[in-house]
């Protein structure tokens, strides 16, 4: 069930995560290019790997740059390719729970038929986005945004890094003519973005400049804790969690790892950027809040 994502909602979501430590690993974000809940569809490519929960139709492209999950894969699909010529490229492995009624193209990897296991790893991966995704937006912000979309920060020290933090409206990015990021000192930029009923709408304007470019792509997080849709048609840097959206890629392209509940169109590429910068996972029942900032900040891309 959905948990309700209101200010408050998203407070209770968190209480009694008191402590911070370390976490064994990177995180899903630093090892998948694309996260997908339940079905994705797709007449484009992913540079790194993907991990998709449901059905995969259209012809697509995968780790066209390079295998970037655990394991070599560069595809794992836990429903079944329902259609399409699914490519997957230097070397990478396919993990399949379903059927193949497609055609599946590999270039040195092999492909591991009625995996039982994608559906529960995709699941276990939601579970921790959905509670991070919570807990960041309970940041206090930092960060400013002017009326001409100027952004600057006085970040704060988080899991050793500095960080700045905004939160802005899905409204109020919509009625600015640019959005301009300052990085600053800032080692990790989280940005909370808040919907306008459900939809987070990027279709530009806003123009994304300044510190929004693809070499700090990876140490940028933008949060969408209560969307249901995400329009982009315009070129994207920084990686997105937005658990409960559907996604619709129309142009343009994102660079940076991208985590939907589904895709219902992807024409535009999703390029090799994943994620190094501050990420908090907070456990249940009061348990310790699981960093990954300080790990991933020294993640060896492969």
Not at 63 to 90: E, Y
Not at 203 to 230: C, E, H, K, Y
Not at 250 to 275: C, H, K, L, P
Not at 278 to 284: D, G, H, N, R
């Amino acid at each position: 069930m959905r948990t309700n994502l209101t200010r408050g909602g998203i407070a209770a979501a968190v209480a009694g995560a008191t402590s911070t430590a370390a976490l064994a690993g990177t995180g899903p974000l630093a090892e998948w290019n694309l996260i997908v809940r339940t079905n994705l569809t797709s007449s484009s490519e992913v540079d790194g790997s993907a991990i998709v929960g449901g059905n995969l139709a259209g012809t697509s492209n995968y780790a066209v740059q390079g295998v970037t999950a655990s394991g070599n894969v560069g595809l794992a699909v836990g429903g079944s390719i329902t259609s399409g010529n699914i490519q997957v490229n230097n070397g990478g492995n396919v993990r399949l729970q379903g059927s193949n009624a497609g055609t599946l193209n590999l270039n040195g990897g092999g492909v591991l038929v009625s995996d039982p296991s994608v559906t529960a790893q995709v699941a276990s991966i939601f579970a921790q986005l959905e509670a991070a995704s919570a807990y960041l937006a309970t940041l206090t912000p930092n960060g400013t945004v002017d009326g001409a979309g100027n952004m600057s920060a006085s970040p704060v020290l988080l899991g050793g890094q500095n960080v700045a933090v905004y939160t802005i409206t899905a409204a109020a990015m919509q009625s600015l003519g640019q959005l301009n990021l300052n990085f600053g000192a800032a080692d990790s930029v989280i940005i909370n973005v808040l919907s306008d009923g459900g939809v987070v709408d990027l279709v530009a304007p806003p123009n994304i400049i300044g510190g929004f470019n693809q070499s700090n792509s990876s140490r940028i997080l933008w949060n969408m804790p209560d969307a249901t849709s995400l329009l982009v048609n315009n070129s994207f840097n920084g990686a997105v969690i937005a658990p409960f959206a559907n996604l619709v890629l129309s142009g343009g392209g994102m660079n940076g790892a991208v985590a939907v509940n589904s895709v219902s169109a992807q024409d535009a590429e999703i390029r090799r950027f994943t994620y190094d910068g501050y990420f908090e996972i907070p456990a249940p029942s009061g348990a310790a809040v699981l960093g990954l900032g300080a790990v991933a900040a020294g993640r060896r891309r492969r």
